[in-house]
């Protein structure tokens, strides 16, 4: 019996994206069975793939510790409760289908034994029955000789579910794991899923959720109280609970911007460093119990008690745990930036308000995307690209930086990082002479400059990709620059549903 796996589950054991999956199947290369995959498939296609620490495990560690070197994280096995329940299940499981073999192998032996005595009848019903039993002896034979080519894909597998339990989400059939003893409500965060979430320590009960099969343990005490339905239904605190089993759970997920209410915390400077003479890197640690939700591509007003306030784009994924990232461009007039560049120390206290924009990921796309960062418009471009990592979903991901000429791409380690950590992932950094319009009024002359000073960008696009209308577009930068984009790519066919552009600076594009 084929050993058939999720897309996800599949994606982790081979070490490659969800994504990079999608495409083999688009292409024809890889056939789907009611959207699961064959474990010989895959095999085939990767026939490299080796114990789990060279895979899925490994790779995804690598992007974490190398690529998003800012993030850490416990890593641990499960407790021993946990373990001894999923070794248990595991357990249960081969027994069955022993059993199971058994059953079939006492049937099989049965009729091998009826066919080479089938009792009376004529010469051409012998004749029959005599090739039916060699062929079975021959296809037993064969069984009992030969390795299944599965196998150690097989091993892999069992190793992935003690270790972590895979979870379902209906409606939207997202997956992800629960790793070691994290709560099921962190582990999707983790993995780029929007959940609704409040408290996250069990007094709220936003983050309530139907266990429609599995089995939960709680990890931390709640006050919270269910209604008799809700118990007698199955629902639990996702933040105050782990996974022991493989589960299936109905939950809702944010989709849109608008789904996310106004929100408020209080936050440290965690980080405060020079990426270039002009630009700063601030990262802002949130408190234990609170987490400010947003989705990638969003901003977040920042205002200091000495400092004033701005809006800014975050730089960091929504699926980072506790750390806020933005990265500051020196500026003239602004006062929270300059306080930052000039007096800001790592401790002080930061007020976070938002979140604000409609710069996201289209929800549930089946396109390849396209990110184009120019200048200082890296900044809502990382956290974009960070939570396209964490989904997994798209086909393939390309990064084009952009920056003025004798600017700098101030993160080009991590861009390579990316590059060099996923197969899916292709990075072009590039320069030009651009217009810059830092205030007053955008005039058409000024548009016009642009899109000629951004021809450059358009032909390598063209040459790389001749039919963009195949992608999702997300472009962000000045304003100008946004503008001089939003056009060309309306010159070039690209459909306007396509394409995200964001405005960054005070100029309103």
Known sequence: ????????????????????????????????????????????????????????????????????????????????????????????????????????????DELGKRLENPGNGSVGDRSITDSLAQWLRMELAKCASTTESPRTLSLEDSFLRIIAAHVYIDPSRHEFFVDGNDDILNAAMRSGLALHYGCRDGHCGLCKARILSGQIKPIRPTNYKFSDEERELGYALLCCNTAITDLQVEVSETALPQDIPQQQINTVVKTRALLTPDMMLLQLQMPPSERIRFLAGQSLSLQHVLGGAVTVPVASCPCDESTLEFHLARPTT?????????????????????????????????????????????????????????????????????????????????????????????????????????????????????????????????????????????????????????NLMAAEGLPKAQLAVESIGPENA
């Open 334 to 486: 602004d006062g929270f930036v300059r306080y930052a560049f000039e007096h800001l120390a790592v401790a002080d206290k930061v007020k976070v308000t938002g979140p604000l924009g409609n710069f996201v990921l289209k929800p549930n796309s089946p396109n390849p995307i396209i990110f184009i960062a120019i200048d200082i418009g890296f900044a809502p471009i990382k956290s974009l690209v960070e939570h396209a990592m964490a989904l997994g979903v798209a086909e393939s991901v390309h990064l084009y930086w952009l920056v003025h000429e004798g600017g700098k791409h101030y993160m080009h380690n991590l861009c390579r990082a990316w590059s060099d950590a996923l197969d899916n992932f292709r990075y072009t950094p590039l320069t030009a002479i651009l217009e810059h319009h830092p205030s007053g009024r955008i005039l058409p002359s000024h548009i016009r400059r642009q899109e000629d000073r951004l021809r450059g960008l358009i032909d390598q696009l063209r040459s790389d990709h001749p039919d963009l209308a195949e992608f999702d577009v997300y472009a962000a930068g000045p304003a100008l620059a946004a503008i001089a984009i939003r």
């Open 1 to 108: 019996m084929p050993q058939l796996l999720t897309l996800t589950r599949a994606a982790r054991l081979i070490g490659v994206q969800r994504g990079a999956l999608q495409k083999k199947i688009r292409d024809g290369e890889l056939e789907t069975f009611e959207g699961m995959v064959e474990a010989g498939d895959l095999l085939r296609l990767y026939p490299k793939t080796s114990i789990p620490s060279d895979t899925a495990l490994a790779r995804l560690d690598k992007i974490k510790d190398d690529a998003y070197s800012q993030r850490v994280r416990e890593r641990a096995l499960p407790s021993a409760e946990i373990l001894w329940a999923r070794l248990n299940r595991i357990a249960h499981e081969q027994e069955t289908t022993k059993a199971l073999l058994d059953q079939y192998r006492r049937i099989f």
